[in-house]
């Protein structure tokens, strides 16, 4: 009996041992879970979060303030931040009222390529996009009618200017004849059949006289001057013959130089001559001119003389 009891209580306390085990397995593990740092959220993500809302909600008040460019800047600024799809509706919203409807129709088309947008937001955003291309047509079609009428106009005042010149122009023209016809006739002067030119034979021959004179006179230079540089000098009389050389040389140097002179005037005076001679008969002549050459003492210099 007593070991009936004993083994009763035994098994009794052992199972409670073991129910006790599990409880404290279960209290442990939910001390472990409890314990452990749960994972939390990238604190950057809500601050990214609150300057999208922030940028929204001045985009709003820009919206009510009629200040729609400003208002899409903000609200894609935003929509940059979120990638919210509303967001960038509402930018080209803002530019729909604002009348910028090419910018509207190219974030609109931008909007329904988007994958989060359904097809409610898609069939509206095709509806608007129709809608403003239609009205862009339209504007287009008037600025080109504007455009040509403006030409047509401009062609036209174009016309009327020249139109009134020319009258202008006939008008001046036909006084000034209507002028010049009531003008005396003057008497018109006769004018003299012009002559034939006449060469001045003399002053061509006293030109090519003087210019063979000045040619031999430089030849001769030459010579006497190619003598002294040949000579020797041994002794006074060499010194004295070098000198003559010298001497002899200038002077015929010098006889070129004032035969050139001469023959180039002459020969000047020849043309000049000859070009006058041709004048009409209205103009007087020249008066007539005569040259003598004849030679003068003292080394074979030449004298001109000439009457005017």
Avoid: C
Wanted: glycine share 8%; proline share 3%; hydrophobic share 45%.
């Amino acid at each position: 009996m007593v070991d009936f009891a004993f083994a009763t209580a035994a098994w009794i306390f052992g199972r409670r041992a073991r129910s006790l085990r599990l409880y404290a397995g279960f209290l442990a593990t939910l001390a472990v879970l409890v314990a452990s740092p749960v994972s939390a959220a990238d604190p950057s993500d809500g601050a990214d979060l609150r300057k999208a809302e922030a940028a929204a909600t001045e985009a709003k008040v820009f919206f009510k303030a009629g200040l729609f460019d400003k208002a899409s800047g903000k609200f894609m600024e935003a929509y940059a931040i979120s990638k919210r799809p509303s967001l960038m509706y509402n930018a080209a919203r803002a530019y729909e009222e604002g009348l910028n409807f090419r910018e509207a129709v190219a974030l609109l088309k931008h909007y329904k390529d988007l994958p989060d947008v359904g097809i409610d937001g898609k069939r509206d955003a095709d509806e608007r996009i129709a809608r403003m291309e239609g009205v862009l047509r339209q504007q287009a079609d008037d600025e080109a009618k504007k455009q040509e009428a403006a030409r047509v106009e401009s062609a036209r005042m174009a016309a009327e200017l020249k139109k009134k010149l020319d009258a202008e122009r006939a008008e001046r023209e036909r006084l000034e004849r209507e002028r010049i016809a009531q003008l005396p006739v003057e008497p018109t002067a006769s004018v003299a059949p012009s002559r034939a030119r006449k060469v001045s034979w003399a002053l061509v021959a006293t030109a090519v006289g003087t210019g063979i004179l000045a040619a031999g006179a430089y030849g001769e230079a030459l010579y006497e001057a190619n003598q002294a540089r040949q000579m020797t000098i041994t002794d006074d009389n060499d010194v004295t013959s070098y000198l003559g050389h010298v001497s002899d040389a200038k002077t015929f140097q010098t006889v070129a130089i004032v035969g050139a002179v001469l023959s180039a005037g002459a020969a000047g005076w020849a043309l000049a001559d000859w070009w006058t001679s041709g004048a009409n008969g209205a103009e007087k002549s020249p008066p007539k001119t005569s040259v003598s050459v004849f030679p003068a003492a003292g080394g074979g210099m030449l004298s001109l003389r000439g009457s005017f």
